[in-house]
């Protein structure tokens, strides 16, 4: 990694521990505090401890972003020896690390750029590891952030949630919606792209979502060229994420799909059995 410009991000990236290891990313972690204890991601709290305690926790956990003193260690440190900084975070509509970054960045004697992913969990990954890529090459910062924003315009994110209470209590969706689709026993897919939500499926039970993919996502993904990188994320057991995984080994022969449990802010919001599909495409390669 060059030490002209180093990467930072925050802990709802999905990257694995080889990748950050390899590229030297600063992780800045959020917080979740389940029944009054709080625990800090990737730090006091591994992805499955968290899903076994958010199961058998009395309360929907709560989640908080980084404090800005955390960001703003982070960026001092990292340009101790004169390099620069690239940050990119989390959605800024789903949480206000991206502000806290901002504010840490003005504050910082380290020269900082803060990048709004729009989007987060192995979709931001994708973003932070092209950027660590070009970074290790000797790119400057306007090209880094040029292609990380190449990078979100062509990802793709569907999550298929499965219980809607987390995304109610949370306040991610409509409370009145939410109320009558768990009475219908409704699941639903979304989508997440450049930073806009929407919802493309109402259907009951996970047949409905089975259907979705089978109808609409996989035969979009064979027909898209240039798919770089694949990841699925879940929270907990469902036999939708190995189904999903089998049909793009299946359509996308020698593809390598990355699966993992989410990370404990994502899995809060989520619920129990849900799972996001992600992959990011690259025509110009």
Known sequence: MSNKIRIATDSTAGLTDEEIKKYHIAIVPLSVVIDGTTYVERETISNDEFYQKMKNAKNLPKTSQPPLGKFLDTFNQLGKDGSSVISINIYSKLSGTYKTAQNAANLSSTDVT???????????????????????????????????????????????????????????????????????????????????????????????????????????????????????????????????????????????????????IIATHAGIGAFALMYYNCPDK
Request: with cysteine; glycine share 6%; aromatic share 6%.
């Open 114 to 264: 803060v990048v709004d992913s729009k989007t987060t969990d192995r979709a931001l990954a994708f973003q932070v590891l092209e950027a660590c890529h070009l970074a290790s090459q000797g790119a400057d910062v306007k090209t880094i952030v040029n292609h990380v924003k190449y990078v979100q315009d062509h990802t793709e994110l569907f999550m298929g949630v499965l219980n809607l209470k987390n995304l109610v209590k949370g306040g991610r969706l409509n409370a009145v919606a939410g109320m009558i689709t768990s009475l219908l026993n409704i699941k639903i897919v979304l989508s997440l792209k450049n930073g806009h939500f929407k919802i493309l499926s109402k259907g009951r039970g996970e047949k409905s979502i089975r259907n979705f993919f089978n109808k609409k996502i996989f035969p979009k993904m064979k027909s898209t060229p240039h798919i770089q990188k694949i990841g699925i994320s879940y929270v907990g057991e469902t036999k939708l994420d190995d189904e999903v995984k089998n049909k793009i080994q299946e359509i996308i022969p020698n593809s390598h799909v990355l699966m993992r449990e989410t990370v404990p």
